[in-house]
C-alpha cells in the first residue's frame, strides 16, 4: 500500500518518500554524490561523442562526427597497406607460369599462404576445413580427379566451376535419371554390378554388365575407369562421391547426381586463383602436367 503523506522516519531522521509495504517505509536517501558526478560526466561525454564521431543512424547511414572517423576506414587503411606491400608478388604470381610457381621458394610460399587464406574462405564450407571432402564434395587429397588434378586443371576448375548457369565456359555433364529408363529390377542389378567392381569385376560380364553396357560405358567407358573429359568417375576403385550402400547407389543411378561448383573466377582475382589452384595441387593429390617431370 502507499500512503501520499511523506513523514520523518524517527529511527534515521530520514524523510520517507510516502511508500509503504507491509509497514516497511521507503526512505529518500539522495543518491551519493559520487554516483551522480559519474552519471552526469557520461551524459557530457556522450554529447561530445556524438559531435566528434558517427554516431546517429540515418536511414544511409550514420551521421559522420567533425572527425569523421570509424573503425571501418581503420580496417580498409590497413587491407590496403597490406595490397599494397603484396602488390609485387601477387604481379609475379599472375605473370609467372603455374609449373614453375614451386620452383620460386619465396613466390610458392607466398602463393600457397594466400591460396590457403583463399580456401578457408571460399571453399572450406562444401571441401572441408582440411580439403577432405564431405558425401557430394570432392576429397582434394587424394588422387582420384573428376576433371583431373594437374594445376592447369585444377585452376581451370576454380575459376569457371562446373555446371553453374554463370560461366559459358564451366565444366559441364549430365548424368541421366535412369530410373525413368530402366526397372527397378534392372537398377538393382546394376547396383550390385557397380559394388563389385572395385573387386576387380570384368565391367562387361553378366547380366549388370550388359546393362552397365547399354548404359553406363558411354561415359564412364568400357573398363569403367572413368572419363575426366566428362566428370565421369572411375567405377573401379574405392571412392565413392555419394556414398556405396545399395540405398545410395540406387538414389544415384536412379535420379542422376547434378553437382554444382560455382565459378571463383567472377568473385576472387587472377591471382587469388591461381594462389588457391597452387595451394590445393600441394596438398598432396596434385597431379604433375603430362610431359612434366618424364610423366607419361
Same mark, same amino acid.
Given at each position: 500500500?502507499?500512503?501520499?503523506?511523506?513523514?520523518?522516519?524517527?529511527?534515521? %531522521?530520514?524523510?520517507?518518500?510516502?511508500?509503504?509495504?507491509?509497514?516497511?517505509?521507503?526512505?529518500?536517501?539522495?543518491?551519493?554524490?559520487?554516483?551522480?558526478?559519474?552519471?552526469?560526466?557520461?551524459?557530457?561525454?556522450? /554529447?561530445?561523442?556524438? *559531435?566528434?564521431?558517427?554516431?546517429?543512424?540515418?536511414?544511409?547511414?550514420?551521421?559522420?562526427?567533425?572527425?569523421? &572517423?570509424?573503425?571501418?576506414? @581503420? *580496417?580498409?587503411?590497413?587491407?590496403?597497406?597490406?595490397? +599494397?606491400?603484396?602488390?609485387?608478388?601477387? !604481379?609475379?604470381?599472375?605473370?609467372?607460369?603455374?609449373?614453375?610457381? =614451386?620452383?620460386?621458394?619465396?613466390?610458392?610460399?607466398?602463393?600457397?599462404?594466400?591460396?590457403?587464406?583463399?580456401?578457408?574462405?571460399?571453399?572450406?564450407?562444401?571441401?572441408?576445413?582440411?580439403? +577432405?571432402g564431405a558425401k557430394?564434395?570432392?576429397? /582434394?587429397?587424394?588422387? #582420384?580427379?573428376? &576433371?583431373?588434378?594437374?594445376? @592447369? @586443371?585444377?585452376?581451370?576448375?576454380?575459376?569457371?566451376?562446373?555446371?553453374? #548457369?554463370?560461366?559459358?565456359?564451366?565444366?559441364?555433364?549430365?548424368?541421366? !535419371?535412369?530410373?525413368?529408363?530402366?526397372?527397378? =529390377?534392372?537398377?538393382?542389378?546394376?547396383? @550390385?554390378?557397380?559394388?563389385?567392381?572395385?573387386?576387380?569385376? =570384368?565391367?562387361?560380364?553378366?547380366?549388370?554388365?550388359e546393362l552397365f553396357?547399354?548404359?553406363?560405358?558411354?561415359?564412364?567407358?568400357?573398363? !569403367?575407369?572413368?572419363?575426366?573429359?566428362?566428370? +565421369?568417375?572411375? /567405377?573401379?576403385? +574405392?571412392? &565413392?562421391?555419394? %556414398? =556405396?550402400?545399395?540405398?545410395?547407389?540406387? #538414389?544415384?543411378?536412379?535420379?542422376?547426381?547434378?553437382?554444382?561448383?560455382?565459378?571463383?573466377?567472377?568473385?576472387?582475382?587472377?591471382?587469388?586463383?591461381?594462389?588457391?589452384?597452387?595451394?590445393?595441387?600441394?596438398?598432396?593429390?596434385?597431379?604433375?602436367?603430362?610431359?612434366?617431370?618424364?610423366?607419361?
Amino acid at each position: 500500500m502507499s500512503d501520499d503523506k511523506r513523514r520523518i522516519d524517527p529511527v534515521t %531522521g530520514t524523510e520517507t518518500t510516502g511508500h509503504s509495504w507491509d509497514g516497511i517505509e521507503e526512505l529518500n536517501n539522495p543518491l551519493p554524490r559520487w554516483w551522480l558526478w559519474t552519471f552526469y560526466g557520461t551524459v557530457v561525454f556522450s /554529447l561530445i561523442y556524438v *559531435v566528434l564521431y558517427p554516431a546517429i543512424p540515418m536511414i544511409n547511414g550514420a551521421t559522420g562526427g567533425v572527425f569523421g &572517423w570509424s573503425t571501418r576506414s @581503420d *580496417v580498409a587503411a590497413a587491407i590496403a597497406e597490406v595490397d +599494397a606491400s603484396q602488390a609485387a608478388m601477387r !604481379a609475379s604470381l599472375v605473370n609467372t607460369d603455374l609449373h614453375a610457381i =614451386d620452383r620460386n621458394e619465396e613466390l610458392f610460399a607466398f602463393a600457397t599462404n594466400a591460396g590457403g587464406a583463399v580456401f578457408r574462405t571460399n571453399c572450406s564450407q562444401c571441401h572441408g576445413s582440411g580439403a +577432405a571432402g564431405a558425401k557430394g564434395y570432392p576429397n /582434394l587429397l587424394d588422387d #582420384e580427379w573428376l &576433371w583431373g588434378g594437374t594445376i @592447369d @586443371d585444377i585452376a581451370y576448375t576454380v575459376r569457371h566451376g562446373i555446371r553453374n #548457369e554463370t560461366d559459358p565456359e564451366a565444366r559441364y555433364s549430365q548424368m541421366p !535419371a535412369f530410373g525413368d529408363m530402366l526397372e527397378n =529390377d534392372q537398377i538393382s542389378t546394376l547396383v @550390385d554390378h557397380v559394388q563389385s567392381l572395385p573387386e576387380g569385376a =570384368d565391367p562387361l560380364a553378366g547380366p549388370g554388365g550388359e546393362l552397365f553396357e547399354m548404359n553406363c560405358s558411354a561415359c564412364h567407358g568400357a573398363d !569403367a575407369k572413368g572419363d575426366r573429359t566428362m566428370g +565421369a568417375p572411375n /567405377l573401379t576403385d +574405392a571412392i &565413392w562421391l555419394y %556414398g =556405396d550402400s545399395d540405398a545410395q547407389l540406387n #538414389e544415384v543411378i536412379s535420379k542422376g547426381p547434378f553437382g554444382v561448383m560455382p565459378a571463383w573466377g567472377e568473385r576472387l582475382s587472377e591471382a587469388e586463383v591461381r594462389a588457391v589452384a597452387t595451394y590445393v595441387h600441394s596438398l598432396g593429390g596434385g597431379e604433375p602436367t603430362v610431359g612434366e617431370n618424364d610423366v607419361p
